[in-house]
């Protein structure tokens, strides 16, 4: 069942990280096809620091992003970075030269992963690190238990703080949590693509945040006539409302919306005041898709 509440932060499990639930994601910062540097190095560097401005303090990031690009960009953009922002990156993967995203769960490709992170943002410790376990969107399934163990060991090195997981299955986080703890996972989710929503009820129940990817529906925009006619009578955009109903949705979701554009940064952020009645709640309930 949907909460019509929209709690403004959430205090990560375990830890004294309280996040506000509107992030900001960096992917897009990356060239097209998040493939090299991008078009404008200022305006990504205007984005970042607006974002901060208006009271973002989750960025979640990665150095397969270009690669290394948006690292070096949020770098540049806001080191020595200000107190409380969290900076949170995966690692799993690679980029090919072409621009191919290619499986890195080795021991070593995962130790070299973390410290490239913490050169390219100029760190000493990651506050967050997630495995990107499944293949682009969709979980395979089979154990985790080989490639996160590697990062409960750099954990326990003090290299990173807190462990979370991307595009995972329940029994697999289940696996995790043998091994170290879990504060977030990152699937694909958004009010059109629901398989995770019982998935997310159980994550709030033990106490770990839910970042949903693609929340306005990746490389191919959301597009329904019920956001447009229930935006339109709220004297707001679509994608503000596709953001306010995850907000709604549960109060362990976390929005880490991307965007290299101030103007769009703005209107995503400013969906965190939109409230949605129960029977737009309703209508938006039934877009859904398992």
Sequence with gaps: MTTTTQPQAYTLAGTSMQLHRMGYGAMQL???HVFGPPRDEAAAIAVL????ELGVNHIDTSDFYGPFVTNQIIKKALHPYPRGLTLVTKVGATRGPGGSWNPALGKQDLIDAVHSNLRNLGLEVMDVVNLRVGPPLIPEGGSLAEPFSVLADLRREGLIRHLGLSTVNAAQVAEAREIAPIVCVQNLYNVVVRKDDAFIRELAAQGIAYVPYFPLGGFTPLQ???LDTIAASLG??????????LLQRSPNILLIPGTSSVKHLRENIEARDVKLTPEMVVELDALGKV
């Design 30 to 32: 990356a060239g097209p």
């Design 49 to 52: 620091r607006t974002a901060v």
């Design 224 to 226: 329904s006539s019920t």
């Design 236 to 245: 707001r955009s679509p994608k503000q409302v596709a953001l306010a109903w």
